[in-house]
């Protein structure tokens, strides 16, 4: 199984960016998928996931309103599109896979995911 995650890079406040995650050697559609990060000197942390289907999306509060995840299973890939990028966004995001096809978003709920991609750095700057 491989999750790679591509699309960071340096923008400034208020920006936007647009991370993928391509999934392969898994039967991604039966698979909800997550985004995390992990800021510099910090845990990490959930920010967007979304169910096998698509119907049900969550997010972060820190992010509602600015992030938008989707999913194309058709080309086994997630999407996370950020607008009105902070500071404080500038992390290294990774996406990972919930093979129970929920999208587990609690923050005990990490050990649901089972592959995890090594990340994509994100850095907005002020």
């Known amino acids: 199984v491989q999750l790679q995650a591509s699309g960071g890079g340096l923008v400034q406040a208020g920006g936007s960016l647009r991370l993928s995650c391509a999934a392969s050697g898994l039967s991604f559609s039966r698979y909800a998928m997550g985004w995390f990060r992990q800021r510099p000197g910090k845990e990490r942390e959930f920010v967007a996931a979304?169910?096998?289907?698509?119907?049900?999306?969550y997010y972060a509060d820190s992010v509602k309103g600015r992030f938008t995840m989707s999913r194309d299973n058709a080309k086994n890939t997630v999407a996370l599109q950020m607008n009105s990028l902070k500071p404080e966004d500038t992390a290294v995001y990774y996406c990972?896979?919930?093979?129970?096809?929920?999208?587990?978003?609690?923050?005990?709920?990490?050990?649901?995911?089972?592959?995890w991609g090594r990340g994509t750095l994100v850095t907005v700057s002020s």
């Open positions: 979304i169910s096998w289907t698509g119907g049900r999306i």
């Open positions: 990972a896979s919930d093979p129970t096809g929920y999208g587990y978003h609690g923050e005990s709920d990490f050990s649901k995911y089972d592959y």
